[in-house]
């Protein structure tokens, strides 16, 4: 049996001690959307799609709270509920959350990227202008 941990307690806005101008970044990824919306049923197709976005960017930017843009569910439901991009290309910027009494120190903002063809291009740090 696996022994437990001593504290339960998680670490409450703790960074591992970077600074915050660290925590502000933009990157740029590849999503293969159609490896994660492979056997959804077709009218599923777009809102899974959305869900899926919306939980790579939670894991790519250690984020609760990620915010799509209007033009990224656009390109996404752009063919229909059933015509989903197998690949899409996008930009994640990790931000301060200026709003009061918000519950996260930081949030996602997730926007599409036009390329001609996203397959085989790499993740990209994005420098802000």
């Known amino acids: 049996m696996p022994q437990a941990s001593k504290?339960?307690?998680?670490?409450?806005?703790?960074?591992?001690?970077?600074?915050?101008?660290?925590d502000v970044v933009s990157r740029e990824y590849t999503i293969h959307l159609h490896k994660r919306i492979y056997g959804a049923t077709f009218k599923k197709r777009a809102p899974k799609a959305v869900k899926?976005?919306?939980a790579?960017?939670?894991?790519?930017?250690g984020t609760k709270d990620v915010r799509l843009d209007p033009q990224l569910n656009k390109k996404v439901w752009e063919d229909g509920i059933k015509g989903v991009?197998?690949?899409?290309?996008?930009?994640?910027?990790?931000?301060?959350?200026?709003?009061?009494?918000?519950?996260?120190?930081?949030?996602?903002?997730?926007?599409?990227?036009?390329?001609?063809?996203?397959?085989?291009?790499?993740?990209a740090v994005v420098e802000d202008s």
């Open 7 to 22: 504290s339960n307690k998680p670490t409450a806005g703790k960074t591992g001690g970077r600074s915050a101008i660290a």
């Open 52 to 54: 899926e976005i919306r």
């Open 56 to 61: 790579f960017a939670e894991k790519a930017m």
């Open 85 to 123: 991009p197998f690949r899409i290309r996008v930009r994640i910027s990790r931000k301060r959350n200026d709003e009061e009494g918000a519950k996260e120190p930081l949030y996602s903002y997730v926007q599409a990227v036009n390329v001609k063809d996203a397959k085989g291009l790499t993740t």
